[in-house]
C-alpha cells in the first residue's frame, strides 16, 4: 500500500459526496489524493473518436471540489481507460483506502447500492468507503467483530480509523444462542470479543472502546445499530463465509442497507 487515497468518479451526487470524503481521510494521512474516471468507452474502428471534453470538465471540477475541502492535501486527476472496475481495481493496488459513492450515475432509483460499488468492494486490494450521502460525521465507529481471522484487519483498520478521527469505538458481536454449541453461555461470546480486541487497545490507549454482545440475526442487528454510527467497519468474510465468495452476506447486507457509510477490509489486503 502507498501513502495514497483513491476516489472514483462519475458525476453523479454520490461521487461528489465521495470526493469530500476522500479528501478529509486524505487529510487525516497526510496522504495524497488521486480521483479517478474510468473511461469505458469502445476502441474499435466503428466508432468515432470520443470528445472527451466534458469529461474532462467533470474530472477537474471534482478535483477542485476535493482541493477546496482539503487545501492542504495533494490533488491529482486521470482519466484511465477501461471498465469502471478493472480500472478502481487496478488502482487499489497502490492506494491505502479506495473510496466510491454508494451510487452512480447509471443507478436505478430502487437500488440502494450500485453494481460498481458493490463489485469493486468484492475485488478490491485495499479497504473500501462507501460513503453515503447525509451520513453522520459525529458519533462512534461501529466495529464489527466475529472472531474470524479474515477479522483481523478489520480490527486494526477501525483502530486507526478511530485514532485519526478522534471517535469512540462500539465494538459489536453478535450471536445466536440457538445456535450456539451446547453448554456455550454468554460467557463464550464476552470471551470472544475480547479476544478478538486484546492488543489492539493497548496498541491505540487514546481510543475509548465500548464491547457489547448482542444476541439475534447478525445482520438486522448491525443494520438498525448503525443508525448511531458515524462510520461502520466490516470485515469482507466471516466465520460462515463459503471459500468462493468474496463478500460475506454480512458485509453485503450492510453495504446495501447501513445507515451510515461502510468500510469493508479484506482479509488478505
Known sequence: MGNRVVVGTDGSSSSRA???????????????????YALNWPVRPMYAPLDTTPLDRLLAEAADRARSVAP???????????????VLEAESRTAELLVLGARGAGGFLGLLLGSTAASVTAHSQCPVMVTREGSADTGPIMLCVDGSPAGERAIEFAFAEAALRGAEIDAVHVWLPDYAPAGTGVEG??????QA???HAERHPDVTVRREVASGEAREVLIEKSRSAQLVVVGARGRGGFTGLLLGSVSQAL???????????????
Not at 461470546?189 to 475480547?194: D, F, K, Q, T
Not at 453495504?255 to 479484506?266: G, M
Open 189 to 194: 461470546p464476552e470471551r470472544l470479543l475480547a
Open 255 to 269: 453495504l446495501h442497507h447501513a445507515h451510515s457509510s461502510v468500510v469493508v477490509v479484506r482479509g488478505q489486503a
Open 197 to 199: 480486541l486484546a492488543g
Open 18 to 36: 465521495a470526493v469530500e470524503t476522500a479528501a478529509r481521510e486524505a487529510l487525516r494521512r497526510r496522504a495524497e489524493l488521486r480521483v479517478v
Open 72 to 86: 492542504e492535501v495533494a490533488v491529482t486527476e486521470a482519466m484511465v481507460p477501461g471498465d469502471t472496475v478493472s
